[in-house]
C-alpha cells in the first residue's frame, strides 16, 4: 500500500499541474508508520460514527473526537485517502487487450489475503459457500443486484467460510457475465456456480469437510464430484435443476411430511413445512428429528435440513459484523471501498484467530478492535499504547 501509494501520487503530479494553492501541492511521501496510522483511523470510523469524513476532526463542538486530530491532520488524512491505490496503474492491460484483469487495482491485496487466509487457520469440518454483496452504487462494469441482500446494488464476493465461526477461508470477487473461469481440475459438466464451488473450494478437497451452499449452487453433478473426493455436500435444491427425479417433485405432502429418493450416495428429500423444501445431501441419511419450539407443540424434520439450517450461515454472520463496525465510505472509486472491505475482513478474521488460540475469557469483537486500532495509532511509541487488564487474555 505505501508503495504503491506513493508511486501513484508521482504519477498523477507528474501529468497533473496544479494550482499553486491546491491540497495536493502539500503531498509528501507517506511511509509503513503513517499508513499504519492511516488504517488505524479508518477502522476507528467504523466503531465512531459521525455525519462527515471533516466531523471526525471537529474540536469546536461536545461531540469532537481528539484522538483524530492528535493522530493526524485532517488534510493529510485526505491526502492518503485521495492516492490511496494498491497497484501499480502503468502495468494495467488495457481493456480491449487479451489478459485484461478487472481487478487490477487490487490484485496484489486480494492475492495477499486469499494467500494468507488459507494459512493461518484451519476450520473445522463444517463449512459453508455463499455470495455478499459490499454496497456500490457507482458505474462499474461488474456492479450486481440482488434484491434479498441489505446492500441490493454493488460488488458481489464469494465466500467459503466456517459455518460455525464465519473465519473467511478464501473468496473470490464477481468479475462479470463474460469473465473466464476454469479451476483446475473441475469436472467438464459443471455449470458456472458449479465452478465457482470447484474454485474455492479445491484447496481442501479429499481432507472429510461437508460443506453446505444453497440452490444457487446446488447440484447432482456437483455433488456427486465432492463425494468422490471425500467432500460430502448437503444444500437446497431447485425443483427444476436437471436430474432431479420427477416422482420427488411431483409428490404431494401435508403438512410435516417428508418423501426422500436415494440412489446411492445422493439422498434427495421433499419436506413440506410452511412450502415445499427439496433437499440433496450426501452427508445424512433419511433421520427425522424432533424440533421443541416455545409456546407451540414440537414438529418433526429431516436431520438435514435441521443442519443445514445451522450450518449455512457462516457468510452471514461474519457479514452481520462487518455491516454492524463498517469503516467503508461513499465514494466513486470502488476499489478503495474494496480495499478497505478487504482489510476489514483480514480483521474480522484475526479475531477468529485470537479466540482459537487463546484459553480463558474473550473478548468481544468490539472490545478486540479497541485492542488492535491503538497499536496502529501508536505503532513506534510503545509508550502510549493502553495495556490490557490481565483477564482479557489476548494473544
Given at each position: 500500500?505505501?508503495?504503491?501509494?506513493?508511486l501513484?501520487?508521482?504519477?498523477?503530479?507528474?501529468?497533473?499541474?496544479?494550482?499553486?494553492?491546491a491540497?495536493?501541492?502539500?503531498?509528501?511521501?507517506?511511509?509503513?508508520?503513517?499508513?499504519?496510522k492511516?488504517?488505524?483511523l479508518?477502522?476507528a470510523?467504523?466503531?465512531?460514527?459521525?455525519?462527515?469524513?471533516?466531523?471526525?476532526?471537529?474540536?469546536t463542538?461536545?461531540?469532537?473526537?481528539?484522538?483524530?486530530?492528535?493522530?493526524?491532520?485532517?488534510?493529510?488524512?485526505?491526502?492518503l485517502?485521495?492516492?490511496?491505490?494498491?497497484?501499480?496503474?502503468?502495468?494495467?492491460?488495457?481493456?480491449?487487450?487479451?489478459?485484461?484483469d478487472?481487478?487490477?487495482?487490487?490484485?496484489?491485496?486480494?492475492?495477499?489475503?486469499?494467500?494468507?487466509c488459507?494459512?493461518?487457520?484451519?476450520p473445522?469440518?463444517n463449512i459453508?459457500?455463499?455470495?455478499?454483496?459490499?454496497?456500490?452504487?457507482?458505474?462499474?462494469?461488474?456492479r450486481?443486484y440482488?434484491?434479498?441482500?441489505?446492500?441490493r446494488?454493488?460488488i458481489?464476493?464469494?465466500?467459503?467460510?466456517e459455518?460455525?465461526?464465519?473465519?473467511?477461508s478464501?473468496?473470490?470477487?464477481?468479475?462479470?457475465k463474460d469473465?473466464?473461469?476454469?479451476?483446475?481440475?473441475?469436472?467438464?459438466?459443471?455449470?458456472?456456480?458449479?465452478?465457482?464451488?470447484?474454485?474455492?473450494?479445491s484447496?481442501l478437497l479429499?481432507?472429510?469437510?461437508?460443506?453446505y451452499?444453497?440452490?444457487f449452487?446446488?447440484?447432482?453433478p456437483?455433488f456427486?464430484?465432492?463425494?468422490?473426493?471425500?467432500?460430502p455436500a448437503?444444500g437446497?435444491?431447485?425443483?427444476?435443476?436437471?436430474?432431479?427425479?420427477?416422482?420427488?417433485?411431483s409428490k404431494?405432502?401435508n403438512?410435516?411430511?417428508?418423501?426422500?429418493?436415494r440412489?446411492?450416495?445422493?439422498?434427495?428429500?421433499?419436506y413440506y413445512?410452511t412450502?415445499?423444501v427439496?433437499m440433496?445431501?450426501?452427508?445424512?441419511?433419511?433421520?427425522v428429528?424432533v424440533?421443541?419450539?416455545?409456546g407451540?407443540?414440537?414438529?418433526?424434520?429431516?436431520?438435514?435440513?435441521?443442519e443445514?439450517?445451522?450450518?449455512?450461515?457462516?457468510?452471514?454472520?461474519?457479514?452481520q459484523?462487518?455491516?454492524?463496525?463498517?469503516?467503508?465510505?461513499?465514494t466513486?472509486?470502488?476499489?478503495?471501498?474494496?480495499g478497505i472491505?478487504?482489510?476489514?475482513?483480514?480483521?474480522?478474521?484475526?479475531?477468529?484467530?485470537y479466540?482459537?488460540?487463546?484459553p480463558?475469557?474473550?473478548?468481544?469483537?468490539?472490545?478486540?478492535?479497541?485492542?488492535i486500532?491503538?497499536?496502529?495509532?501508536?505503532?513506534?511509541?510503545?509508550?502510549?499504547?493502553p495495556?490490557?487488564?490481565?483477564?482479557?487474555n489476548v494473544?
Amino acid at each position: 500500500m505505501v508503495l504503491y501509494t506513493n508511486l501513484y501520487a508521482e504519477q498523477y503530479l507528474t501529468h497533473n499541474p496544479l494550482p499553486r494553492y491546491a491540497r495536493a501541492q502539500a503531498w509528501h511521501p507517506t511511509d509503513i508508520a503513517e499508513m499504519k496510522k492511516f488504517l488505524g483511523l479508518t477502522l476507528a470510523m467504523g466503531l465512531i460514527k459521525a455525519n462527515s469524513l471533516e466531523s471526525y476532526w471537529d474540536t469546536t463542538t461536545v461531540l469532537s473526537i481528539p484522538v483524530f486530530s492528535a493522530t493526524m491532520p485532517r488534510n493529510r488524512y485526505q491526502l492518503l485517502l485521495r492516492f490511496l491505490h494498491f497497484n501499480n496503474n502503468a502495468t494495467a492491460v488495457p481493456p480491449d487487450v487479451p489478459g485484461h484483469d478487472r481487478l487490477h487495482k487490487l490484485r496484489p491485496l486480494i492475492n495477499s489475503l486469499s494467500e494468507r487466509c488459507g494459512e493461518v487457520y484451519t476450520p473445522s469440518q463444517n463449512i459453508c459457500i455463499d455470495e455478499s454483496l459490499l454496497l456500490f452504487k457507482g458505474r462499474i462494469a461488474f456492479r450486481q443486484y440482488i434484491p434479498s441482500k441489505r446492500a441490493r446494488y454493488g460488488i458481489k464476493f464469494y465466500k467459503l467460510c466456517e459455518s460455525i465461526s464465519g473465519y473467511t477461508s478464501y473468496f473470490m470477487i464477481y468479475e462479470g457475465k463474460d469473465s473466464k473461469l476454469d479451476p483446475p481440475g473441475c469436472p467438464l459438466d459443471l455449470t458456472v456456480s458449479g465452478k465457482i464451488v470447484w474454485e474455492l473450494i479445491s484447496p481442501l478437497l479429499g481432507q472429510g469437510y461437508h460443506l453446505y451452499v444453497d440452490n444457487f449452487y446446488t447440484s447432482i453433478p456437483l455433488f456427486t464430484a465432492l463425494y468422490c473426493l471425500d467432500t460430502p455436500a448437503c444444500g437446497t435444491i431447485n425443483r427444476t435443476r436437471k436430474g432431479l427425479p420427477r416422482d420427488l417433485v411431483s409428490k404431494k405432502l401435508n403438512r410435516g411430511e417428508v418423501y426422500a429418493l436415494r440412489n446411492d450416495e445422493l439422498l434427495a428429500i421433499n419436506y413440506y413445512d410452511t412450502k415445499n423444501v427439496f433437499m440433496l445431501t450426501t452427508i445424512h441419511d433419511e433421520s427425522v428429528t424432533v424440533v421443541q419450539r416455545v409456546g407451540r407443540p414440537p414438529k418433526t424434520k429431516p436431520l438435514c435440513c435441521r443442519e443445514y439450517s445451522r450450518y449455512m450461515g457462516g457468510v452471514d454472520r461474519t457479514d452481520q459484523l462487518q455491516h454492524y463496525y463498517n469503516a467503508t465510505r461513499k465514494t466513486k472509486a470502488w476499489y478503495k471501498k474494496v480495499g478497505i472491505y478487504l482489510i476489514q475482513m483480514a480483521l474480522r478474521n484475526s479475531y477468529v484467530v485470537y479466540k482459537a488460540a487463546v484459553p480463558g475469557r474473550k473478548l468481544s469483537y468490539y472490545k478486540y478492535q479497541l485492542q488492535i486500532i491503538p497499536a496502529l495509532l501508536f505503532s513506534g511509541v510503545e509508550e502510549t499504547v493502553p495495556e490490557m487488564p490481565p483477564s482479557d487474555n489476548v494473544a
